[in-house]
């Protein structure tokens, strides 16, 4: 379960990251929106993180004791794979962009693979694959709106500060 937890938080990252850098490619040259629309991807990311961060404690409630943690997270090596990517606030990080896409990468891994066992598999079933389908796309949904989100917490604070100076 927490599985299809971090697939739909995650897995939607590298296609809104491929369609953003293609769209950006096809800009103009001295674009300054090309730009800002590239270099905030790892924030829209790290937003993303903080949301599923949310849900694990959103899950946890109301008893956040280390033995009711200990209970309820079972595959503690992706949880701690999906909590780094709060570590793409941090501008050092978030600089080198790519890495939110190697990152993310790891939750599409999932769905491929699921989608490989279910092609190739002797018994196949169709609603994991209905599953799996459902849950790429809400997490298309959800990168998406945090990219827009992103987008437009950038715009304001820029037309703000430009504001503030003049």
């Known amino acids: 379960m927490q599985q299809l937890e971090l697939m739909a938080f995650f897995s939607g990252f590298p296609l809104i990251y491929s369609l953003v850098v293609y769209i950006a490619g096809t800009l103009p040259e001295k ?10 991807l790892p924030y829209a990311y790290a937003l993303i993180g903080t949301l ?5 404690l959103r899950n ?10 200990t209970l ?5 090596w992706l949880i ?5 990517s709060l570590l793409f606030w941090i501008p050092a ?3 080198r962009k790519v890495l939110s896409l190697i990152h993310s990468l790891v939750f599409l891994f999932f769905l491929g693979k699921d989608l490989f066992q279910q092609f ?3 018994s196949a079933n169709n609603d994991i694959v209905k599953n799996d389908m459902k849950i790429y796309g809400n997490s298309l949904l959800l990168n998406l709106v945090a990219f827009a989100f992103i987008v437009l917490l950038s715009f304001l604070f820029t037309r703000y500060k430009n504001r503030s100076v003049s």
Request: proline share 2%; net charge positive.
């Open 80 to 84: 701690i794979w999906g909590l780094l």
């Open 93 to 95: 990080i978030s600089k």
């Open 72 to 76: 309820l997270i079972q595959q503690q």
């Open 52 to 56: 599923y961060v949310g849900d694990l």
């Open 31 to 40: 674009n300054n929106f090309k730009t800002r629309m590239v270099s905030i």
């Open 60 to 69: 946890m409630y109301p008893d956040y004791s280390f033995k009711n943690i």
């Open 120 to 122: 190739f598999a002797a």
